[in-house]
């Protein structure tokens, strides 16, 4: 599902205080990065990764192959900085990043 240019606007706004949860280096999507990726998702619906890679290309399709292989949304690249989501069905309103912000 894509997103409206007015939800990107309004989770890039609950990004932007976001810290990294996730670094991706050069090494590419590891079964631990996935799983820490997949748990980080489901726990905060939406999260801001850090991707270290050689030049603009390669760091593009490792956020492409980010995104696949969690089935999460891209909301915004910045530098090396991805912002990704991932609605949850039974979001934890403790941890959800999007019922804490919703107000925001």
Request: glycine residues 4%; aromatic residues 2%; proline residues 2%.
């Given at each position: 599902?894509?997103?409206?240019?007015e939800q990107?606007?309004?989770?890039?706004?609950?990004?932007?205080?976001?810290?990294?949860?996730?670094?991706?280096?050069?090494?590419?999507?590891?079964?631990?990065?996935?799983?820490?990726?997949?748990?980080?998702?489901?726990?905060?619906?939406?999260?801001?990764?850090?991707?270290?890679?050689?030049?603009r290309e390669?760091?593009?399709?490792?956020?492409?192959?980010?995104?696949?292989?969690?089935?999460?949304?891209?909301?915004?690249?910045?530098?090396?900085?991805?912002?990704?989501?991932?609605?949850?069905?039974?979001?934890?309103?403790?941890?959800?990043?999007?019922?804490?912000?919703?107000?925001?």
């Amino acid at each position: 599902m894509a997103l409206s240019s007015e939800q990107k606007k309004a989770f890039k706004r609950i990004g932007h205080h976001l810290k990294p949860v996730v670094m991706v280096s050069e090494n590419g999507i590891t079964e631990g990065v996935l799983a820490e990726l997949n748990r980080a998702l489901d726990d905060h619906e939406l999260i801001k990764i850090r991707v270290s890679a050689g030049d603009r290309e390669a760091k593009q399709e490792l956020i492409t192959e980010i995104c696949a292989a969690s089935k999460a949304e891209l909301v915004q690249v910045i530098g090396k900085m991805a912002i990704l989501l991932r609605r949850n069905k039974t979001p934890n309103a403790n941890l959800s990043n999007l019922v804490r912000y919703k107000d925001f």
